[in-house]
């Protein structure tokens, strides 16, 4: 908590929390040939009692949102112990809930007494840092990273195991509570950009400054154990992103700059008069000196924005008339109009 006051207050884009459970473990667990489980087991995951976590939870949870901008964000995941006591103190406290993403383990562990159902997930909690914040959210990246279908709040992902897992000197693995690349990759893909700075105020073995440094945002890990820390700093020292930072810039439709038809027509990239179709040569209409369109079927003459005109031709409420209209990029070759939308929005950068 000392070196967050020391930071500047509004510095953060966005924190990612990974805290104590707080597991309230009664002894020790063995699978059935005997073995016994290594666990969470380290001394900051013990409180004395419930008031205590609270305590503890409601000063980091304070904070961070000092640190965070207007606009910030927090993610904080944690399990069945800890995660209904993190979510009402956030509430609390003033943060605004967005989603709760059910992290959903292919590989998990199993529960051995056969006393409860397998615990097979962990819940994250993502929140603006008020009601009012605008948090950035990167809808499209999300959308084309689950091959065009909507990002839903069940995230199908492995723990980490094999040789993605940290090991100590002795081999053994070197935090008990480690995550993998995979979840952080989305958290921060889905709710930073490029440069962006992210706070772990729990930074263990840093898989957040791991996926930060991939995706070239600036992080800032605080970790009390100098082991842990160490291991961080090698662990994090040895990625490099991408040369070309272009490649790391997923903006999506809604931040691009809004560029109107007519921009296309005074630019002469589709000077008055020239023609455009429906990929089926189903549909034609004209273009017209201010930017709009004019066609006629049967249903009669037609006038209006690339929009109105597609919607009236087809009978439709609505119509995207950048990918609807064609027009002929060369000889006897159609390519939607989108293709001149973008060639002006790279001319704006």
Known sequence: MRLMQDLPAASV??????PPYNLQLGGELHRPNNTRVNGVEEEWDHFLDFAA???????????????????????????????????????????WVLNDIVWRKTNPMPNFRGTRFTNAHET?????RSREAKPTFNYEAMKRLNEDLQMRSDWLLPICSGSERVKAEDGQKAHPTQKPEALL?????????????VLDPFFGTGTTGAAARLLDRRFIGIE??????????????????????????????????????????????????????????????????????????????????????????????????????????????????????????????
């Open 224 to 349: 009390q154990d100098p082991a842990y820390a160490e291991i961080a700093q090698h662990r994090i020292a040895a990625i490099t992103g991408p040369a070309d930072p272009d490649l790391l810039n997923t903006t999506g439709k809604r931040q691009q700059p809004r560029i109107p038809f007519g921009w296309v027509v005074e630019r002469g990239l589709l000077p008055p008069g020239s023609t455009l179709q429906d990929p089926s040569g189903q549909f034609r209409a004209h273009v017209k000196a201010d930017g709009t369109l004019v066609a006629a079927n049967h249903l009669g003459d037609h006038r209006g924005s690339i929009h109105q005109v597609g919607a009236a031709l087809q009978g439709a409420p609505s119509c995207n008339g950048w990918t609807f209209w064609h027009y002929e990029a060369r000889k006897g070759m159609l390519a939607p109009i989108e293709h001149l939308r973008q060639q002006l929005r790279s001319e704006l950068h």
């Open 124 to 128: 994250l909690i993502w929140a603006a």
């Open 185 to 197: 990759y989305r958290v921060l893909l889905s709710s930073t950009n490029p440069g962006d700075t």
């Open 53 to 95: 976590y609270d305590a503890f939870t409601r000063a980091w949870l304070l904070a961070c949102r000092r640190l965070l901008k207007p606009d910030g964000g927090l993610w904080v995941i944690g399990t069945y112990h800890n995660i209904f006591r993190v979510g009402a103190m956030l509430q609390d406290l003033g943060f």
């Open 13 to 18: 884009d966005l924190v990612f929390a990974d």
